[in-house]
């Protein structure tokens, strides 16, 4: 039993920085992957960077130079640092984990950037 909970979302301007944070609960095992997704309106859910239990990191073509993904394994959190926020990344934000071949989500936080 896990349980993800995300945190940091808000409305920012365009240009303006936020940063989200998950913190995983529960049955968790010493390693695994977590990662966060997104979803626009009317738009599939779409990675926008992992980092697995190895160390590495990932991120989608949307978010290079401007995401960092990162993580402290004693809390069990995982953060998403968004710079230079433009409208297009307008969604909700959904924290992922993946813990003994099952798939955990967040309950999403919304980030809206406009001005």
């Known amino acids: 039993q896990v349980q993800l909970v995300e945190s940091g979302g808000g409305l920012v301007q365009p240009g303006g920085s936020l940063t989200l944070s998950c913190t995983a609960t529960?049955?968790?095992?010493?390693?695994?992957?977590m990662g966060w997704y997104r979803q626009a309106p009317l738009k599939q859910r779409e990675m926008v960077a992992v980092?697995?239990?190895?160390?590495?990191?990932y991120y989608a073509n949307s978010g290079k130079g401007r995401f960092t993904i990162s993580r402290d394994n004693a809390k069990n959190t995982v953060y998403l640092q968004m710079n230079n926020l433009k409208p297009e990344d307008t969604a909700v934000y959904y924290c992922?984990?993946?813990?003994?071949?099952?798939?955990?989500w967040g309950q999403g936080t919304q980030v809206t950037v406009s001005s």
């Open positions: 529960g049955s968790i095992s010493s390693a695994y992957g």
């Open positions: 980092m697995p239990s190895g160390g590495s990191t």
């Open positions: 992922h984990a993946f813990i003994r071949a099952l798939n955990y």
